[in-house]
């Protein structure tokens, strides 16, 4: 079965920097990446998500990369403000209709 | 247009009780996956389902829980004879019908074991 991998498990930036989280997965079949943001008690939000047919997205100061060919994909944060602070989760999935795999999340703290 | 519904949002049980579930889908959504969260973790998928139908069980223990999706009414996700180590949040995620991947969580039933 699938598997991802998350890092790094905790990050801590400055207002206003940047916030780079990666994954990898290893079932080469998987062709659907999505982040989720999850606030302390609260239910994972989609935030992002990309398929295997596009490279790149971006979505105001959030951007997700996909390299098929290395199986890792990566989310990007610019411009972090304090709101940004919370846990994402990485996730694949090889099928519409199937069910996602998660990594083991990343605690982001953005210190003001 | 109302997002997942999920009920109890926190429930209570000793140890050898039955913990019963309910999630409601948003409308129009015709698949619902259960996933289970311990503190501190990630998020691990239990089972998906469409109307009247199991499609994967395989994050599911074979003992004390099951899964269903009548036809009418709510999902439910049933715990028999719940132990300490059935603590944990539990969400409850739905997808449209059709080609899409896309999956919107419910709120979670927060469940302790006594």
């Known amino acids: 079965g699938e598997n991802v991998e998350q890092h790094p498990s905790t990050l801590s930036v400055q207002e206003g920097d940047s916030a780079v989280i990666k994954c990898t997965y290893s079932d080469s079949a998987s062709n659907y990446f999505p982040w989720y943001k999850q606030e302390l008690g609260k239910r994972p939000q989609l935030i992002i998500d990309i398929r295997s047919n596009v490279g790149e997205k971006k979505d105001q100061r959030i951007a997700v990369t996909l390299n098929k060919t290395a199986k890792h994909f990566s989310l990007h944060i610019t411009e972090t403000q304090p709101e940004d602070s919370a846990v994402y989760f990485c996730?694949?999935?090889?099928?519409?209709?199937?069910?996602?795999?998660f990594g083991g999340g990343t605690r982001l703290m953005v210190k003001p | 247009n109302a997002g997942v519904m999920q009920n109890p949002r926190h429930l209570v049980r000793r140890r050898g009780q039955e913990a019963r579930l309910r999630c409601s889908p948003m409308?129009?959504?015709?698949?619902v996956y259960w996933y289970r969260q311990l503190p501190e973790e990630g998020l691990k998928f239990m089972v998906y389902l469409q109307k009247e139908n199991i499609i994967d069980e395989s994050g599911m223990p074979k003992e004390r829980f099951s899964a269903e999706f009548p036809k009418e009414g709510p999902s439910i996700l049933r715990i028999q004879q719940v132990v300490r180590g059935d603590s944990a949040a539990y969400f409850c995620?739905?997808?449209?019908?059709?080609?899409?991947?896309?999956?919107?969580f419910g709120p979670g039933t927060r469940l302790t074991v006594t």
């Open positions: 995620a739905s997808s449209p019908q059709g080609d899409y991947y896309e999956q919107y």
């Open positions: 409308k129009g959504h015709s698949h």
């Open positions: 996730a694949a999935s090889g099928n519409a209709g199937n069910m996602l795999t």
